[in-house]
């Protein structure tokens, strides 16, 4: 008996921190409410992607799109990030949003306290006492 409460806890500890370790981003994201100070399209047509099947029949030929956000909040913090979001394509600077930022674990050292995947959420023009964007 004792030895199946052994392997329970152990199961019970594997399962949580493979969970924390996973969805670390998700669990720790951001909402970011503010004016946006700019957002840059950044092709790369180097990285084109493989056709899918689903594709095949004519449609055109997939590639990457990243954006570059910043989005600058009522505390006067600016936050950056990046994402593949296609929704960022119709934002213009001036705009208010409310956006999810994702940021990347820690135990990734290069890029640990930076956010990545912005979720743009909510898009409208900013109120007439808003700061606007400079």
Request: proline fraction near 5%; charged fraction near 20%; hydrophobic fraction near 40%.
């Amino acid at each position: 008996m004792k030895v199946i409460k052994w392997l329970l806890a152990i199961l019970v500890i594997f399962i949580l921190s493979f969970g924390f370790i996973e969805y670390y981003s998700f669990l720790f994201a951001r909402t970011v409410k503010g004016v946006v100070i700019d957002v840059q399209k950044i092709e790369m047509e180097g990285a084109i992607l493989s056709r899918p099947s689903r594709l095949d029949s004519g449609g055109d030929m997939p590639f990457m799109h990243s954006f570059a956000i910043a989005v600058k909040e009522s505390s006067g913090e600016i936050v950056t990030s990046s994402s593949e979001d296609r929704q960022w394509a119709v934002v213009k600077t001036g705009q208010c949003v409310e956006a999810k930022y994702f940021p990347y674990p820690p135990w990734n050292l290069n890029k640990s306290g930076t956010y990545y995947g912005a979720r743009l959420l909510k898009l409208s023009d900013c109120d007439p006492g808003t700061p606007k964007a400079k």
